[in-house]
């Protein structure tokens, strides 16, 4: 596996909502784990486990966003700093959670992490 070196410093506010976004295999949740709590990170692997008993059970996606997204929801509602660890590949979804932060007035935050696909698919090779 090739090593990646970040090249850019990031400061987030201490309320809000930060979106990870990043190909499979980027690092996306190696950066949280690295960077947050692990009170304030919510992963779609980890809600398609819970939904389905499987993190990499596609078809539980829907069930597994809906309930992130009552999660996160509610975190930002009481100002609660939170973390999207998912994909968030298209425009929409990162609309989605964009449009959560604007409902309850806190700042959203995209962090899009960019590796070369090379490392991505070693990464996911080696899980």
Known sequence: MTPVT???TITVPDVGLVVLAGAPGSG???FARAHFAP???FSS???RALVSGD???QGASADAFAAMGAIVSARAKRGLFTVVDATNSSRADRAQ???VAKEHHVP????IIDVPVGVAL???TAR
């Not at 959203?108 to 962090?111: D, E, K, M, R, S």
Request: no cysteine.
């Open 6 to 8: 970040p090249s850019t």
């Open 28 to 30: 996306k949740s190696t």
């Open 39 to 41: 009170g304030e990170v």
């Open 45 to 47: 692997d980890a809600f």
């Open 55 to 57: 993190a990499s059970d």
């Open 97 to 99: 959670w964009a449009q």
């Open 108 to 111: 959203a935050t995209l962090v």
């Open 122 to 124: 070693d990464r996911v």
